[in-house]
Nanobody
Framework: QVQLVESGGGLVQPGGSLRLSCAAS????????MGWYRQAPGNQRDLVAI???????NYAESVKGRSTISIDNAKNTMYLQMSSLKPEETAVYYC??????????????WGQGTQVTVSS
């Protein structure tokens, strides 16, 4: 099994910044990609940003230019730095990881989510 532990959520003022972290642990042989998704009440879960183990990134248009995703392969940990946050970005942010177990089997895992509230 793979465990994903998210941290860094909370209350942020409009225009403020935050840094989310996601640490993966378990019987992991390799991680191919990690990403952040968010889901507001009544909405679907949408991609925020994704990064491969080789450092290739992709961002949702709405966060481009004010967000940076990074990965520490040695620690199996991913980070998302976001700035100029808006109230409409209030949501539960979920970490996702795709990779392989030591057996060679593939996995896709989700974290439990961390609440981000953008409000004054």
């Amino acid at each position: 099994q793979v465990q994903l532990v998210e941290s860094g959520g909370g209350l942020v003022q409009p225009g403020g910044s935050l840094r989310l972290s996601c640490a993966a642990s378990g019987s992991i042989f390799s991680i191919n990609a990690m990403g952040w998704y968010r889901q507001a009440p009544g909405n679907q879960r949408d991609l925020v940003a994704i990064i491969t183990s080789s450092g290739i990134t992709n961002y949702a248009e709405s966060v481009k230019g004010r967000s940076t995703i990074s990965i520490d392969n040695a620690k199996n940990t991913m980070y998302l730095q976001m700035s100029s946050l808006k109230p409409e970005e209030t949501a539960v942010y979920y970490c996702n990881a795709k990779g392989k177990f030591s057996t060679g089997a593939s996995f896709t895992s989700w974290g439990q989510g961390t609440q981000v509230t953008v409000s004054s």
